[in-house]
């Protein structure tokens, strides 16, 4: 895997990340078009995340919750709003209460995924724009439990592990 | 120094702001100075520094009968912090995909 470039915005709360992946388009499609796949890469190591609800496709409804080491369990949804298969994928994100159900549907950020053929195989950019600054920090915890210490740890590991 | 970080968004949102922080990070600028460079009133820009003060990423002080303003950076630094813990968490899942389509070769 090779980081391409990333790119953050401050004034625009939105951060584009690139990287590219030695399989085909079709192949990197299925780590998002599945969600057992998904269910393997989305969250950290011991925080892993559940898809309970995936329906992939324009208008879809997604509900999913991470289990954290100490038993609780955040929850978040997504509304699918763009399906273009192998190419793209849009959606609306934000955080769900204990019944799963969105806490506020305006409350969202917003995810693009594109994927295109490039001569290493695929290139995927992923662009997500939050909307407030709590947004962010909660979407950031709800990613990387243990914050940056954790992540250098696990940076540490790739390096040695190739 | 405790930061309201929905504040320094709110302040960043808005392009004429971004461009005063850009002008007062490098060297302090009175208000008249910055008014100057603006196609709009002394009292709008004051309410822009204003703002950018509010959410503490500039300060003022007194020289003389001029308000300067400065910028200060550990806020932006702040702010930026955030958006590379975001980034980390896309590195790591990067790399887990990596892992996955590695597998699968291998399968």
Do not use: C, N
């Amino acid at each position: 895997m090779t980081v391409i470039s990333s790119h953050k915005d401050v004034g625009t709360l939105s951060l584009t990340f690139v990287a590219e992946f030695a399989a085909p388009v079709d192949r990197v499609w299925q780590v998002w078009a599945d969600p057992r796949t998904l269910e393997r890469w989305w969250g950290p190591p011991g925080y892993p995340a559940t898809f309970e609800r995936y329906e992939f496709q324009p208008g879809g409804e997604v509900r999913y919750h991470m289990t954290t080491p100490e038993g609780t369990k955040p929850r978040g949804w997504w509304l699918i709003t763009a399906v273009d298969e192998p190419g793209r994928l849009e959606f609306d994100a934000g955080f769900s209460g204990d019944d799963g159900e969105p806490l506020d549907r305006a409350d969202a950020m917003h995810g693009v995924v594109t994927l295109e053929p490039v001569a290493a195989g695929t290139r995927m950019t992923t662009v997500f724009r939050f909307r407030s600054a709590e947004q962010l920090e909660r979407s950031a915890g709800m990613g990387m439990a243990e914050g940056v210490r954790e992540a250098m740890g696990q940076i540490d590991d790739l390096l040695t592990g190739d | 120094m405790v930061v309201d970080t929905d504040r320094v968004f709110h302040a960043l949102a808005d392009a004429t702001r971004r461009d005063i922080l850009s002008r007062v990070i490098r060297s302090g600028q009175s208000v008249s100075e910055l008014a100057r460079a603006y196609p709009m009133s002394f009292a709008a820009v004051q309410k822009h520094v204003a703002v950018l003060e509010q959410a503490a990423l500039v300060s003022k002080t007194r020289r003389g009968r001029e308000q300067i303003v400065t910028g200060e950076v550990e806020a932006l630094r702040r702010v930026s912090l955030l958006l590379d813990e975001y980034e980390e968490i896309w590195r790591q899942r990067a790399a887990r995909i990596e892992r996955i389509l590695q597998e699968d070769e291998q399968a």
